[in-house]
T-cell receptor
């Protein structure tokens, strides 16, 4: 059974600092890994998708890396802003587009 | 492009009552998913449809939960009877491709239905 762990559960950073969020998974046989953002009372928004053959993906201030052999992914958010405050969820596709999610990193960016 | 629509947004019921949730996916999306997200947890996949067929329902508590996707478009998820531990947000998502699609198939999520069982 695929298990996804995200540490820390919650963190606060001053505006302008870089954010580093970690995700680990137990089974390296994944098809892709995705990072989602969830705002209170809203659904999930996909931020980045890394295919199993890739090592990283970038979109604007966001960069995600994937080390499949060690079962780890890291999401970097450069120069954090108050609008980045949200919960960030890591999910692995373990086949047929089925996703296993971590519990999330709750982020607060302090102005 | 319209997103995934869900209704109702909120529902409060007594335990042992029945409840149903509705989802309208993005037009043209072949695959539809129902997730359960308990407070403080990540979403858990309950059931996955491709068109109107079930692909995976291994984590659906079939003694009380049921789901259908008529005509391969809208879907309903029902709980009968509800238990206290069913209190959660029920998320619906859809994606463009079926099982033969690429590994870059992004899932688009609706806003969810927050269920409180008293």
């Amino acid at each position: 059974k695929q298990e996804v762990t995200q540490i820390p559960a919650a963190l606060s950073v001053p505006e302008g600092e870089n954010l580093v969020l970690n995700c680990s998974f137990t089974d390296s046989a994944i098809y892709n890994l995705q990072w989602f953002r969830q705002d209170p009372g809203k659904g999930l928004t996909s931020l980045l998708l890394i295919q199993s053959s890739q090592r990283e993906q970038t979109s604007g201030r966001l960069n995600a890396s994937l080390d499949k052999s060690s079962g780890r992914s890291t999401l970097y958010i450069a120069a954090s802003q108050p609008g980045d405050s949200a919960t960030y969820l890591c999910a692995v596709d373990y086949g047929n587009n089925r996703l296993a999610f971590g519990k999330g990193n709750q982020v607060v960016v302090i102005p | 492009e319209a997103g995934v629509a869900q209704s109702p947004r909120y529902k409060i019921i007594e335990k042992r009552q029945s409840v149903a949730f509705w989802c309208n996916p993005i037009s043209g999306h072949a695959t539809l998913y129902w997730y359960q997200q308990i407070l403080g947890q990540g979403p858990k996949l309950l059931i996955q449809f491709q068109n109107n067929g079930v692909v995976d329902d291994s984590q659906l508590p079939k003694d009380r939960f049921s789901a259908e996707r008529l005509k391969g478009v809208d879907s309903t998820l029902k709980i009968q009877p509800a238990k206290l531990e069913d209190s959660a947000v029920y998320l619906c998502a859809s994606s463009l491709w079926g099982l033969s699609g690429p590994s870059t198939d992004t899932q688009y999520f609706g806003p969810g239905t927050r269920l409180t069982v008293l």
